[in-house]
C-alpha cells in the first residue's frame, strides 16, 4: 500500500534508497542529516530522505533570493494566474496526496484529503488577493499633495512547517507569499520529509512553464541546522514559524534580533464553554470532533471543556458514553488504520507524543485527577490496530483545579473537564492560561454572545460561537494571541505582514510648503 501511495506521487519506493531532501530551484542534493520518514500506523519506514546541510541551505536562501527579483518584477495578477495553476496541479493529485498525508503524519484519510484541498482553498483565495490587493491613498493637508501607502514585496519568506499540518500550512505562506511578490524557502517538520517533497515536486513544473525559478519554492529538508540556518539569515526578511511555544520563543528571538520579521503560530489550550442554555447535541458534535479529532493533534484541538453546573452531569455522561464505545467492535467512533475510510481516531505521530500522553495522564492521577472514561492509555493489538502503531486512547479526565496541565499544552487527545457557575467566570478561566490560539461558546443567548466576542470576551485569535475550536476555513486570518506568537496566516488581513509599507506623499505643485503649518522660508 505505501509503495502504490508513495509511486502515484513519483516517489521511491525502496527504503534503501535514499532521497534528496534539498531543492535550490534546479537541482536536489542532500548531504545533511538522513531523515527517517515513519508510518505512525505501523511503524514500518516509508523513505529515507537526506536533508539539507548547513552549506545548502545558505546556496538555496541564495537561489531564492536571486528568485525573488523576478517575482517582484512580474505583475500581480500574474502571480495570482501561477498560483492558480498550483491550484490545478494540487487538485489533480488531491487524493494521492492526501493519502501520502495519512500516511506519513498519521491523520484519517479525510483529513489527510482535507488538508490538500485547504491548500486549494487558499489558492483560490490568492488568486483573487493578487487582483484585489490594495495599499491607500490618503487626502494631504498641503494643496496639490497626494499621499499614497504603498505594499511592496518583500524578498524571501522563510517558512518553517510543523509535522501536524505538513500541507495546508505551506499553502497558507506560499500562496500569500507569491501573491505579494515573494520567493520561499520552505523547511518542513523532519517527521514528514516525503510529503514536502511530494508537494514540491507537484508544483515545480508550474514555475518553469510560467518562466519563473523553481527557487521561488525551494525545499531544505532538515533538522535542526537547516531551520537555524534559515532563521538566521539576513537574506530571509520574514519568517513564519509554526511549532512548539518554546522553539517559537527562541525562533522569534534570533529574527527579532536580526530585525526581521516574524508570524509565529505556536502553542494553543483551546478551550470550549458549554452554558446552560446550548444546544447540547450540537455542541457533543462540536466537542467530538475538536477533542478528538487528529488525535487531538491540531494547534486548534480542545484541550479544556468547561460545562455549565446545571449541564455538566448530563454531558459529560453523553460524552463519556461516545468515548467508551470506540473500544467496542462496530461501533462508529472507530479507532485504527487512518486510511482505513470508517476510522475516525488514527495514530498520534509518533513515540514521543505517545510518552507525552502517557506521562500527562499520570501526572493528572498522580495528583488526584478523575478519568471519567473506561480505556485510557495504549490501544492493544486487540484492538486490531499494528503493534508497532501510536495509537491511544482519547480521554476525558477531571484533573484537580491547579494541576499543571491545565496551563499546558499536551499535543494528544486529552480532555480536562471542569464546572462553571456564571458566564463572566467561564470566559475568565477561558483566558487565564498563557496561550490564546481557539475558543469557542455554545450558547442560544445573544447577550453571551456579546460579552464573548467583546472586550471582555475571549482573548485568543479565534472566538466561536456553536462551531469547535478546530476546523477553521482559510477566508480568515488563522492564528492566535499571548504566548501563541500574534501571528496571522492564510486569510482576512494576514498579506499585509509579508509586505514592506511604504507612506509615499507626493507633491505636485510648483509649492514647497511643509506640514503641521511649520515654516522654514529662506
Ligand atoms: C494547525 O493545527 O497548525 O483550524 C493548523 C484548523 C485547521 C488548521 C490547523 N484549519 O484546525
Avoid at 523576478?70 to 498550483?86: C, D, F, N, S, T
Avoid at 520579521?261 to 462540536?286: P, R
Avoid at 492560561?433 to 472586550?455: C, E
Wanted: charged fraction near 20%; proline fraction near 5%.
Amino acid at each position: 500500500r505505501a509503495s502504490r501511495i508513495l509511486s502515484s506521487l513519483n516517489l521511491p519506493t525502496d527504503t534503501n534508497q535514499t532521497i534528496p531532501g534539498c531543492f535550490d530551484g534546479t537541482k536536489w542534493s542532500g548531504s545533511g542529516e538522513e531523515l527517517i520518514s515513519k508510518c505512525p500506523a505501523t511503524g514500518e519506514i516509508l523513505g529515507r530522505v537526506r536533508g539539507a546541510s548547513i552549506e545548502e541551505t545558505q546556496a538555496a536562501i541564495k537561489a531564492s533570493k536571486e528568485a525573488s527579483k523576478l517575482v517582484r518584477r512580474m505583475p500581480a495578477p500574474k502571480r495570482g494566474e501561477i498560483v492558480r495553476q498550483i491550484r490545478e496541479a494540487l487538485l489533480e493529485k488531491v487524493d494521492e496526496l492526501g493519502d501520502l498525508v495519512s500516511l506519513e503524519m498519521g491523520k484519517i484519510k479525510s483529513e489527510g484529503r482535507g488538508e490538500v484541498v485547504e491548500f486549494i482553498d487558499v489558492c483560490d483565495y490568492a488568486t483573487g488577493l493578487s487582483r484585489s490587493m490594495k495599499g491607500n491613498v490618503l487626502p494631504s493637508e498641503r494643496p496639490e499633495h497626494t499621499i499614497y501607502e504603498n505594499p511592496n514585496p518583500l524578498g524571501v519568506v522563510g517558512i518553517l512547517s510543523a509535522f501536524n499540518f505538513p500541507v495546508a500550512v505551506y499553502g497558507w505562506n506560499l500562496t500569500i507569499a507569491l501573491v505579494t511578490g515573494n520567493s520561499t524557502i520552505w523547511k518542513p517538520a523532519p517527521s514528514t520529509p516525503l510529503v514536502s517533497i511530494a508537494v514540491t515536486k507537484l508544483i515545480q513544473p508550474v514555475f518553469e512553464r510560467n518562466g519563473l525559478p523553481a527557487a521561488a519554492a525551494a525545499l531544505v529538508c532538515g533538522g535542526i541546522d537547516a531551520g537555524k540556518t534559515v532563521v538566521a539569515s539576513t537574506d530571509v526578511p520574514l519568517v513564519s514559524f509554526t511549532g512548539s511555544e518554546k522553539v517559537g520563543k527562541e525562533v522569534g528571538k534570533v529574527v527579532q534580533d536580526r530585525f526581521g520579521k516574524a508570524i509565529l503560530e505556536l502553542g494553543g489550550n483551546n478551550c470550549v464553554i458549554v452554558d446552560e442554555d446550548a444546544d447540547l447535541g450540537q455542541a457533543l458534535q462540536g466537542v467530538l470532533f475538536a477533542a478528538v479529532g487528529t488525535a487531538g493533534q491540531r494547534c486548534t484541538s480542545t484541550r479544556r471543556l468547561l460545562l455549565h453546573k446545571s449541564i455538566a452531569k448530563e454531558f459529560i455522561s453523553r460524552l463519556a458514553k461516545i468515548y467508551d464505545a470506540a473500544g467496542t467492535p462496530g461501533n462508529s467512533l472507530k479507532v485504527g488504520d487512518p486510511l482505513e475510510p470508517s476510522t475516525l481516531i488514527g495514530p498520534l505521530h509518533n513515540k514521543l507524543a505517545v510518552e507525552k500522553y502517557e506521562a500527562t495522564l499520570n501526572g493528572i492521577i498522580s495528583r488526584g485527577g478523575e478519568v471519567l472514561v473506561s480505556r485510557s492509555g495504549r490501544v492493544k493489538s486487540d484492538f486490531g490496530v499494528s503493534e508497532e502503531g501510536n495509537f491511544v486512547w482519547p480521554i476525558l479526565v477531571k484533573p484537580k483545579k491547579d494541576d499543571p496541565c491545565w496551563i499546558e499544552e499536551t499535543f494528544a487527545p486529552i480532555l480536562s473537564v471542569a464546572e462553571f457557575e456564571t458566564i463572566e467566570e467561564a470566559i475568565e478561566i477561558n483566558n487565564n492560561v498563557p496561550q490564546g490560539l481557539s475558543s469557542s461558546l455554545f450558547t442560544s443567548s445573544i447577550k453571551s454572545m456579546g460579552k464573548w466576542l467583546g472586550p471582555d470576551g475571549s482573548d485568543c485569535g479565534i472566538v466561536n460561537i456553536n462551531v469547535g475550536t478546530s476546523g477553521a476555513e482559510i477566508g480568515a486570518g488563522f492564528g492566535g494571541n499571548k504566548s501563541t506568537g500574534w501571528g496571522r496566516e492564510s486569510g482576512g488581513d494576514a498579506w499585509k505582514q509579508y509586505v514592506r509599507w511604504s507612506a509615499a506623499t507626493v507633491n505636485y505643485s510648483t509649492k514647497m510648503p511643509l506640514a503641521q503649518g511649520v515654516n522654514f522660508g529662506v
